[in-house]
């Protein structure tokens, strides 16, 4: 029997070579008819930590790694485009302090 290859964003990436993945689908409801959302969460293996949050990844089916890890990663089908704004606000008050900083201290001599 062939393993299923399916495609799947990672929605989180804070474990050391685990990464979550979300596989949306539409499912029609069995009474009205009505077509709705439904996901599978799958835990992949992701050797070396190539995928981050967001990512739409491609994983294919495996015997038991873990408790959770059933599939393994097989590719990065598209990197993901979101900005960390939290992130950035801060990479930029860092800059901004250690130019204040490296003025205060040319000032002085």
């Known amino acids: 029997m062939p393993k299923r290859v399916v495609s799947g964003i990672v929605t989180s990436d ?9 596989i949306n689908r539409l499912v029609k409801h069995p009474k ?16 070396e930590n190539v995928s981050g949050a967001g990512d739409r990844v491609e994983i294919i089916e495996s015997q038991p790694l873990s408790k959770l890890k059933r599939w393994r990663l097989v590719r990065v089908l598209e990197k993901s485009t979101d900005v960390d704004v939290a992130a950035l606000r801060a990479a930029r008050k860092v800059a901004a302090e250690a130019e204040a900083a490296g003025e205060a201290s040319s000032g002085e001599a």
């Open 14 to 22: 804070k474990m050391s070579k685990t990464r979550r993945v979300e």
């Open 32 to 47: 009205y008819k009505k077509y709705v959302r439904q996901r599978t969460v799958c835990y992949a293996h992701d050797e």
